[in-house]
């Protein structure tokens, strides 16, 4: 059965940082792009960082340079470090497995940045 787990949010202070972690079973990275989307309250959702199944990567310029997409392939598990966090990073944060135009959702993880 294929599924996307997000583990790792919480609550952090700001200019603190945070590992979010999605477990992509059944979902091989050797195929499917992968991406972390986030949608906070009131807001629509929108990507923040994405990485193909060539391991090139791409960033919303809001994130450029503070976080970072990575995989291992070994353990099937999709990586999104986050740095330097400001209030602005507070939301929902997505894990989405996508091929020929579909898009497949975990279930989110939350983070929030607050003193």
């Known amino acids: 059965q294929r599924q996307l787990v997000e583990s790792g949010g919480g609550s952090v202070q700001p200019g603190g940082s945070l590992t979010l972690s999605c477990v992509a079973s059944?979902?091989?990275?050797?195929?499917?792009?992968m991406a972390w989307f986030r949608q906070a309250p009131g807001q629509e959702r929108v990507r923040v960082a994405a990485t193909d199944s060539g391991d090139s990567t791409v960033y919303a310029d809001s994130v450029k340079g503070r976080f970072t997409i990575s995989k291992d392939r070994a353990k099937n598990t999709l990586y999104l470090q986050m740095n330097s966090l400001t209030p602005e990073d507070t939301a929902m944060y997505y894990c989405v497995a996508q091929l020929y135009g579909m898009s497949y959702w975990g279930q989110g993880t939350q983070v929030t940045v607050s003193s």
């Open positions: 059944g979902y091989s990275f050797s195929t499917y792009s």
